[in-house]
Structures are given as structure tokens and as C-alpha cells.
């Protein structure tokens, strides 16, 4: 099967695009970027009308038709809820177009100072990069996996929901792995400027470790509400701090300074990341009961509840559970617990004596 047939059920006719653009208007243009200009329209494909994302090719950018077919042929085989979903393509008259689920809240860089992005949805979006990632990277069994080498914050998008989804893998490439040697050597460096590993700049080896440095990029790009290059806002540098819990900032921000350590062997795995971003999440988001019922217990690390840590908390939970309106009841019930526990540790100790003498 040649590899137009294989995708043949995703071939979306140029006049249905045409249509729905208004022939490419300028009123549909949403945004520009390294493979050409993306439009918002509605086409009805076979889900029903759906709004989606058209990327047009411009040759002028830089990217051409192989970078086309590999975002085909890429988005085709991996499949994940943090990778954006191609739902078509044309190739006809020389046009080259790539058709998307819509992210109604474009991509990351735009909202990287935005005051209403919280400390918690950050780190929402961030975990949501970093399981794409880790997908990407692993090689399930096989002996390769793939590198994504333009990891930025404008190849993340969100959805509605704030839900991050990486896209453009026309860059990507598939790199070795359950092997001796598991890295490529890449004669044409690609990425962007600012996200790009120094160590493969100067070296052109390419590992999945490049794709961790440009991460952690993006990590201080999304603590500090500003991007990496280019022009920014010289009065707005950090995310609110105060908001930040200090322990879910310490983790954030360990990760993020490994991520970019010059010793690739001693960047973290993105599994790695994904379960210490989580921890953060946790971290910035603790259970937390009335004061009441706080002292004696601890957060138990497999139930989203609290456990007690000594036998004497159990008692003193269960005496305040009722409620305010029996609160003269329970203060006596405590009373009552505490005099006889008072009493037995007494006879206790006599009988301790006993055995002494």
C-alpha cells in the first residue's frame, strides 16, 4: 500500500477548504507560523460541521513537502490526548494543507503574562506537556522513539478547557532506543532559537534529552510570564509569587533548573517529570480539614483522604464529627475519654512498681 492510500481517508478536497476560507480571507486568519498561515473555519467532515484549525504551507517559511508528510504520517501513528489531532490534509495544485482540532485558547505563548492563568492551572498545562512528551519518548517495546525537537510555547496548545496539546512534529524525528547507542546525528539542526540545546547546536547529536532541555525552557518561560526571546513586558517578569505555595515552587523550580543542566546524563527523564509535576500540583492544592480535625492526621500518599497518626486522634475525630449543636456533649465525652485514660495510665504505673519490687 503506497502512502497516499494509507492516509487516503483523510483527504479533505481543496474546494470544501476554499469554501470555507472564503478563498484563505483575511477574516479567518487566526495566526502565523514556521509552516505557513492558520485559518479558523467550519467544514463538515464525518463527525458532523466542526470547527478546525487550517495550516496552509508557505514554501517562503522554510518548511516544505517533506516536513508536510511527516506531520501527516506522525500525527497519524501517535495518537495521545496531549498531541494535537490532525483530522486532514489536501495535497492538490501545489497547496499543501494541514486541518486541526480547534484550541479555542490558541497557544501557551500568548498567555504566558496573563493574570488569570493561576499557579495551579500553569502547572496543569505543564503536566499535560510533559505526558505528551513522555508518550513521545517511549519506546513501548519497540527500539525507537520519537524526538519532537521544537518544543516551545508556541507549539502548545490549549483547548477550551486549558488542556495543553503539543503540536508541529513535522520537525520530529525518530531516534533509537532499548539500544547501545541511542542517539541520531542530525547534519540539518532544527528548533528555534532560544528553546534549542547548546550541547546539540554544537554537536549535532540529538537525543530525547534535547527535547528536556527545550521543556525547561518553556518551564521558567511559564514561571516567569514571559518569553524566552523577543519583545516582552519589562514591568511584568514573575507570576505572582504570593500565590505560589513555597513547597510547590520548590519542586517546580528544582525541576527546571535539571532540565537544563549542561550534563545531559543528569536531566530528568520526562516520566520523571511528569510524576514531580504532579507532586507540585499537590503541593499548591493540599486537602485541607477544619482546624478541629487537623492535629493527628496526615494525608495518606494512595487515598485523597487524611489518616490518623496516633491512636488518641481517632478518638478525639470521632468526638467532634457531629456538629456545633452537640458540642456541650462532645466536650464531655472528651472530658470523660481523657479522665479515663488519665486513670488507667495511673494503674498502669502501679502495676509497673509492682513489678519492680
Not at 507560523?33 to 504551507?57: D, N, P, W
Not at 520519537?146 to 518544543?151: A, K, N, Y
Not at 495543553?164 to 541520531?184: E, I, Y
Request: charged share 25%.
Amino acid at each position: 500500500m503506497s502512502v497516499l492510500e494509507e492516509f487516503k481517508h483523510l483527504e479533505i478536497q481543496l474546494e470544501a477548504i476554499e469554501s470555507a476560507t472564503n478563498n484563505f480571507a483575511v477574516d479567518y486568519l487566526i495566526g502565523e507560523g514556521g509552516f505557513g498561515k492558520v485559518y479558523m473555519a467550519e467544514l463538515l467532515l464525518s463527525k458532523g460541521q466542526t470547527t478546525v484549525a487550517i495550516k496552509r504551507l508557505d514554501l517562503n517559511m522554510g518548511q516544505g513537502n517533506s516536513e508536510f508528510w511527516k506531520e501527516v504520517t506522525m500525527l497519524s501513528m501517535y495518537k495521545h490526548q496531549n498531541i494535537v489531532s490532525l483530522l486532514g490534509y489536501c495535497d492538490k495544485n501545489d497547496e499543501k494543507i494541514l486541518v486541526y482540532e480547534f484550541a479555542s485558547n490558541k497557544s501557551l505563548d500568548l498567555h504566558l503574562n496573563n493574570k488569570d492563568l493561576t499557579w495551579a492551572r500553569r502547572l496543569k498545562i505543564c503536566i499535560g506537556v510533559a505526558r505528551g512528551l513522555a508518550y513521545l519518548h517511549n519506546p513501548a517495546g519497540t527500539q525507537q522513539r520519537v524526538l519532537h525537537r521544537d518544543i516551545k510555547s508556541s507549539n502548545i496548545l490549549l483547548d477550551e478547557n486549558w488542556n495543553a496539546r503539543m503540536g508541529d512534529l513535522g520537525l520530529s524525528k525518530f531516534g533509537p532506543a532499548n539500544q547501545k547507542h541511542t542517539f541520531v546525528i542530525s547534519n540539518n539542526i532544527a528548533g528555534t532559537l532560544g528553546y534549542c540545546d547548546p550541547q546539540y547546536l554544537e554537536t549535532g547529536i540529538l537525543t530525547k534529552e534535547t527535547d528536556v532541555y527545550s521543556f525547561g525552557v518553556v518551564l521558567f518561560e511559564v514561571l516567569c510570564g514571559r518569553l524566552c526571546l523577543g519583545q516582552n513586558d519589562k514591568n511584568h517578569s514573575f507570576t505572582d509569587l504570593g500565590e505560589i505555595h513555597p513547597s510547590s515552587l520548590g519542586v517546580f523550580s528544582k525541576m527546571a533548573y535539571e532540565c537544563l543542566t549542561r550534563d545531559t546524563k543528569q536531566r530528568p527523564l520526562m516520566d520523571t517529570m511528569v510524576t514531580e509535576h504532579e507532586r507540585a500540583l499537590e503541593d499548591q492544592n493540599p486537602i485541607v480539614l477544619p482546624p478541629h480535625r487537623q492535629e493527628g492526621f496526615s494525608i495518606s500518599p494512595n487515598q485523597n483522604r487524611r489518616i490518623p497518626t496516633n491512636p488518641h486522634s481517632l478518638s478525639q475525630r470521632n468526638l467532634s464529627k457531629e456538629g456545633s449543636s452537640t458540642s456541650r456533649n462532645q466536650n464531655g465525652r472528651y472530658e470523660k475519654a481523657c479522665a479515663l485514660e488519665k486513670k488507667n495510665k495511673g494503674q498502669k504505673n502501679m502495676v509497673d512498681e509492682n513489678d519492680k519490687e
